[in-house]
């Protein structure tokens, strides 16, 4: 059965500091990943998306992660976090059988 | 654009009981899929459906079951709650039935069972 971990359970930083959030999926097959963010009060929403191509995408407010096929890691990045990406995020990887598995989620603090 | 609307946002049922939420696609997509969220979990895959059709299914037992209508909208029943049935349950919606296809989500229906 595939398994998604996301190691950090709750990350606190400074404005300004480096982001970067471990996501590692455990499926043999080809792969959809995805990080989904929710922002306090709203609905969680697409952040980035990898299915093939370029393993560096970019998403939203400046967020990138990386697809390490060999570490089945798909870790979400951010140069400089702003006090407005204060959030919780999620990793989540879709099999092309149309099954999905979220992490448990990655709640980010970030103080002014 | 009308995102995804779930209703309704909050449900009170006592165990045993049968509950029925609802699910409002956003305009133009024509899958849609059904998550458990327990407190400090990330979504559950519950199932998914297409054409009014499930399309796939996570590990729920059959007392989980759906319906999609044909303007896309969908139902999730639950038979014989549990109390561990309580939980945040997210429906969202797809442009497409294709798996790179991002989900579009609802702000979810929070069912405690009791």
């Known amino acids: 059965a595939q398994s998604v971990s996301q190691h950090n359970h709750h990350v606190i930083l400074s404005e300004a500091a480096s982001l970067e959030l471990g996501c590692n999926y455990s499926?043999?097959?080809?792969?959809?990943l995805f990080w989904y963010v929710q922002y306090p009060g709203q609905h969680l929403q697409l952040l980035l998306k990898y299915f093939s191509g370029d393993p560096l995408v970019k998403g939203i407010k400046g967020f990138e992660a990386e697809f390490i096929k060999s570490k089945f890691s798909f870790n979400l990045r951010k140069p400089s976090v702003q006090w407005s990406d204060t959030a919780e995020y999620f990793c989540?990887?879709?099999?092309?059988?149309?099954?999905?598995?979220f992490g448990d989620g990655t709640t980010l603090t970030v103080k002014p | 654009e009308t995102g995804v609307t779930q209703s309704p946002t909050h449900l009170i049922k006592t165990r045993g009981q049968q509950v029925t939420l609802r699910c409002s696609s956003q305009s133009g997509h024509n899958t849609v899929s059904w998550y458990q969220q327990a407190l400090g979990q990330g979504p559950q895959f519950i199932f998914q459906?297409?054409?009014?059709?499930?399309?796939g299914r996570g590990n729920f037992p059959p007392r989980f079951s759906g319906l999609q209508f044909p303007n896309y909208s969908s139902e999730l029943n639950v038979n014989a709650l549990e109390l561990d049935d309580s939980a945040l349950y997210l429906c969202a919606s797809s442009l497409r039935q294709e798996p790179n296809s991002p989900l579009h989500f609802g702000n979810g229906t929070r069912l405690t069972v009791t």
């Open positions: 459906y297409y054409r009014e059709e499930e399309n």
């Open positions: 989540a990887v879709v099999t092309n059988a149309g099954k999905s598995t």
């Open positions: 499926y043999g097959g080809t792969v959809n």
